[in-house]
T-cell receptor, first 113, second 113 residues
Framework: DGGITQSPKYLFRKEGQNVTLSCEQN?????MYWYRQDPGQGLRLIYY???????QKGDIAEGYSVSREKKESFPLTVTSAQKNPTAFYLC????????????FGEGSRLTVL | GESVGLHLPTLSVQEGDNSIINCAYS??????FIWYKQESGKGPQFIID?????DKRQGQRVTVLLNKTVKHLSLQIAATQPGDSAVYFC????????????FGPGTRLSVLP
């Protein structure tokens, strides 16, 4: 079945370490997104990519980095520069020029120890 | 600026009753809105959408109402079931980011037996 796969589902990190969250989609969508979700808050956009080899910062890009070398993949690195990285991270994709509906993965929960 | 918010952070309803979840938005230029459902520990799932040239749209057991005069959306769930327990978000497009969306904090719906 087509969908978005995020891994790992749970991740623990020590302060000062970088971690990379994986996001793979087989929906043949051009656009991919990373959102952060904190308790009691709406989703906030970290980075998005509308096409391979191109990506733009979202509202809260500081302390994060991404790459888009393949259409199917959009990994997110949480760097040591991110001051409060403990959160639930959601990857999504959409059809460019479509209705705008976002298809989300199951999420990755990052905890900094 | 743009913002999407929800009137009630939590809502409890008896199984079989109808549920109404509200959402206020501030950008009168928004022409499209989506409702998402997020079950615990999972990514949001599309429920229903509505364009600004409509004031009502019905799906299976769900109805979305749009009142552009007061910039208000509501999601009505008929005959609420235990499986409807989740957090519900409304979202509107954020023009600067193409198909990116602004999400409200969500309303948690609890279905009582």
């Amino acid at each position: 079945d087509g969908g978005i796969t995020q891994s790992p589902k749970y991740l623990f990190r020590k302060e000062g370490q970088n971690v990379t969250l994986s996001c793979e989609q087989n929906l043949n969508h051009d656009a991919m997104y990373w959102y952060r979700q904190d308790p009691g808050q709406g989703l906030r956009l970290i980075y998005y990519s509308q096409i391979v080899n191109d990506f733009q910062k979202g509202d809260i890009a500081e302390g994060y980095s991404v790459s888009r070398e393949k259409k199917e993949s959009f990994p997110l690195t949480v760097t040591s520069a991110q001051k409060n990285p403990t959160a639930f991270y959601l990857c999504a994709s959409s059809i460019t020029g479509g209705t705008g509906e976002l298809f989300f993965g199951e999420g990755s929960r990052l905890t900094v120890l | 600026g743009e913002s999407v918010g929800l009137h009630l952070p939590t809502l409890s309803v008896q199984e079989g009753d109808n549920s109404i979840i509200n959402c206020a938005y501030s950008n009168s230029a928004s022409d499209y809105f989506i409702w998402y459902k997020q079950e615990s520990g999972k990514g949001p799932q599309f429920i229903i959408d509505i364009r600004s040239n409509m004031d009502k749209r019905q799906g299976q057991r769900v109805t979305v109402l749009l009142n552009k005069t007061v910039k208000h959306l509501s999601l009505q769930i008929a005959a609420t079931q235990p499986g409807d327990s989740a957090v519900y978000f409304c979202a509107e497009p954020k023009g600067n980011y193409g198909q990116n969306f602004v999400f409200g904090p969500g309303t948690r719906l609890s279905v009582l037996p």
